[in-house]
C-alpha cells in the first residue's frame, strides 16, 4: 500500500505568536515597572508582547541624558529610566508602543530589530501619504528634517523592552521644554499637522479627514506584525499578571 499524504498545516512557532495588549491612556511608571517584570520573567517559551498606549504628561530621561538637555519642565515630571538615548516627551495624543521581542531566540542583532521598528513606522506613514525615512545618524524617523518619531530601547538577557513614540495629535508644546533626544533646535512635527491621505492598496487617495490616533494604532500594529513574521496575534487590554 501506498503512503497517504496528508496536507497538515506546520505548527506554529513561537517566534510566530504574538499578544498585543491595547492599554488606554496609563501612568508612566506603572507600565515601565511591568516591563522590566515581563522581561525578567520570560522565558524561551514565552511569546513576544506588544503594548500599545498613550501616557499623560512626562518627560524620561535615557542612561545618556544629560540635565542640561531639560531645559524648564514646569510642572511636567522627569523621570530618569534605564533605556537608550536622551530626554524626550510622552504625551496625550501621541502613540506609544512598547516591544518585547526575544531577538536571541530570532538570531537578530540591536539594529536589526531597530531597522524593522522603524521600517514599520514609515510604512504606517506611507499609508497617510507622508513621505518619512530614517537616519542612520540618528535613531527615529523623520519627514525631512523634522522628528515624527522617537526609538528608545533597552536590551536584557536578549531580550528588547521599551520601544517607540509616534507624534499623531498632541500638544507638541512641551517638546520646546527641552533639547529632544539632545539635539538642540530640533523641529517636531506630527501626522495631524501633515497633509495627509489616506490611501488604498494603489497608493491612490481613497479618503480624507482627520487623523485618528486608533486607526493610526492598528496601522502601525499590522506592519509590526508583519516586519516580525507573527502568524498568531493575541489580544488583551490589561497589563499582565506577575
Not at 505568536?17 to 515581563?38: C, H, I, N
Not at 545618556?64 to 529610566?81: N, R
Not at 523634522?146 to 499623531?168: D, E, M, P, Y
Request: net charge negative; glycine share 10%.
Amino acid at each position: 500500500m501506498g503512503t497517504e499524504v496528508t496536507d497538515q498545516p506546520s505548527p506554529v512557532t513561537v517566534n510566530q505568536q504574538l499578544t498585543v495588549r491595547a492599554l488606554g491612556t496609563v501612568d508612566y511608571v506603572p507600565v515601565w515597572e511591568a516591563m522590566k517584570s515581563f522581561t525578567d520573567s520570560r522565558d524561551g517559551g514565552t511569546a513576544d508582547e506588544i503594548w500599545v498606549l498613550q501616557h499623560p504628561s512626562v518627560f524620561t530621561q535615557g542612561q545618556a541624558g544629560k540635565s542640561e538637555h531639560v531645559l524648564v519642565p514646569g510642572d511636567i515630571p522627569v523621570v530618569p529610566v534605564d533605556r537608550g538615548g536622551q530626554v524626550t516627551y510622552h504625551g496625550p495624543g501621541q502613540l506609544v508602543a512598547y516591544i518585547m521581542v526575544d531577538i536571541k531566540r530570532r538570531n537578530i542583532g540591536v539594529r536589526v530589530l531597530v531597522s524593522l521598528i522603524e521600517q514599520a513606522i514609515v510604512e504606517t506613514l506611507s499609508f497617510y501619504g507622508v513621505e518619512a525615512a530614517a537616519r542612520k545618524d540618528a535613531p527615529g524617523v523623520y519627514v525631512g528634517e523634522a522628528k515624527i518619531a522617537s526609538l528608545g530601547l533597552r536590551i536584557r538577557k536578549g531580550r528588547s523592552f521599551h520601544g517607540l513614540s509616534l507624534n499623531v495629535d498632541m500638544d507638541l508644546e512641551p517638546f520646546s521644554r527641552i533639547n529632544p533626544c539632545g539635539y538642540q533646535g530640533m523641529k517636531i512635527v506630527q501626522l495631524s499637522g501633515l497633509n495627509t491621505k489616506i490611501l488604498d492598496g494603489n497608493d491612490s487617495p481613497s479618503q480624507e479627514g482627520p487623523v485618528l490616533i486608533d486607526h493610526v494604532a492598528e496601522i502601525l500594529q499590522s506592519k509590526l506584525e508583519k516586519a516580525f513574521g507573527y502568524e498568531v496575534v493575541n489580544l488583551a487590554r490589561e497589563l499582565p499578571n506577575f
